[in-house]
């Protein structure tokens, strides 16, 4: 991980909110392409030995994508992401909730919203997660910090090799 780039996690558990800055050393359109296209998801969006798979992606308001993060046994953890807003390039938010292989969500879930800007060629990516249960926030907090960190930095790499070909 390149160091001198910006990442900042931090939790206000009284608001159930995480909040999430990264910085990528790449341009705001292809960062925005690795955030919005499942053939570039599925390549960073699961922590190693984790693997992304997305069933299906329409990346639109009132569009979903329905993907699963699988283990290196086959275990599959399903989840939707229903998209309620999109600024072309600049933001996106969206509803998630995990599911089973049917997509029946397990509710509550969390909203997220995606704001992306670019100085000197470095794209800033700003998330926030509102969790609609506290206790869901807190029952998920330490795993998902480590394991979003791995995934951002597995997108990291996958910039690197993009921007190089």
């Known amino acids: 991980m390149n160091n001198d780039l910006l990442f900042d996690f ?5 608001a159930k909110t995480v909040f999430i800055t990264r910085e990528f050393n790449a341009g705001q359109s292809l960062v925005w392409d690795a955030f919005t296209k499942p053939e570039l998801l599925d390549q960073w969006g699961a922590p190693a030995p984790m693997r992304a ?12 994508r329905f ?32 599911s089973d292989k049917d997509e029946n969500r397990e509710l509550p879930g969390s909203e997220w919203d995606y704001t992306f800007s670019e100085k000197n060629g470095r794209t800033k990516v700003n998330i926030t997660i509102f969790n609609e249960s506290f206790e869901r926030m807190e029952s998920l907090l330490e795993g998902f910090k480590m394991g ?16 190089e070909q």
Not at 10 to 14: F, L, Y
């Open 10 to 14: 931090s939790v206000d558990k009284a």
């Open 53 to 64: 798979k997305t069933k299906h992606m329409d990346f639109k308001v009132g569009g979903r």
């Open 67 to 98: 993907y699963a993060m699988i283990s290196p046994d086959g275990q599959e953890r399903w989840a939707v992401q229903e998209y309620t807003s999109i600024t072309p390039k600049t933001n996106f938010k969206m509803y998630n909730a995990f």
């Open 148 to 163: 979003f960190t791995m995934t951002l930095a597995n997108l990291e790499n996958l910039l690197l090799t993009l921007s």
